[in-house]
């Protein structure tokens, strides 16, 4: 590169950016708005909302991780007391979803098994394949044949016709 280069062609920019004066007779109203704009509605927002949080922060409450207290079966519910029945019947759906979900999971290890393994599912998944089957079967044993209407009465009339079958069975 050249020493004698040419200065005026290629200006340094100023060290110091020369501050702006205002030939205006009226103040800039915008600082003054911002300034109203944080006291009046930003600062009373933000105050509600962390004492929010902090109330929030005492007492967590994960809804996906809620525990309910198992209830009486079906089969031991007195007669005539219509909270039990209706207590039974949410704990049967909501374990046969739970049941559903099992089901589900078992299955999807097994399909990451079989992409995984690819031509040597066959061996190398057998375990998944003999776990979904048990999971299957104890599935299809207890909620197969219900459809989706099914409630935790026909569950239990089927059970113990089922029962009945096997002591027929074994006799």
Not at 68 to 88: H, I, K, Q, T
Not at 107 to 114: D, S, V
Request: charged content about 30%.
């Amino acid at each position: 590169m050249p020493e004698d280069h040419d200065w005026e062609a290629y200006k340094v920019p100023p060290t110091r950016t020369p501050a702006v004066e205002s030939t205006a007779p009226l103040p800039n109203p915008v600082p003054f708005l911002q300034t109203l704009f944080s006291y009046v509605l930003d600062a009373p927002v933000t105050f509600v909302r962390e004492w929010i949080e902090r109330q929030q922060s005492k007492n967590k409450f994960y809804y996906y991780h809620q525990k309910f207290r198992r209830v009486p079966d079906l089969s031991e519910c007195l007669e005539g007391d219509y909270l039990c029945f209706f207590e039974a019947e949410a704990q049967w759906r909501r374990d046969r979803m739970v049941d559903q979900e099992i089901v589900e999971i078992v299955r999807e290890r097994l399909g990451a098994c079989k992409q995984r393994e690819g031509p040597n599912q066959f061996q190398n998944c057998a375990k998944e394949v003999e776990l979904l089957k048990q999971v299957t079967k104890a599935y299809q044993d207890r909620y197969g044949d219900l459809g989706y209407h099914g409630n935790a009465r026909t569950c239990l009339m089927k059970q113990k016709h089922r029962m009945m079958e096997e002591r027929k069975a074994a006799q």
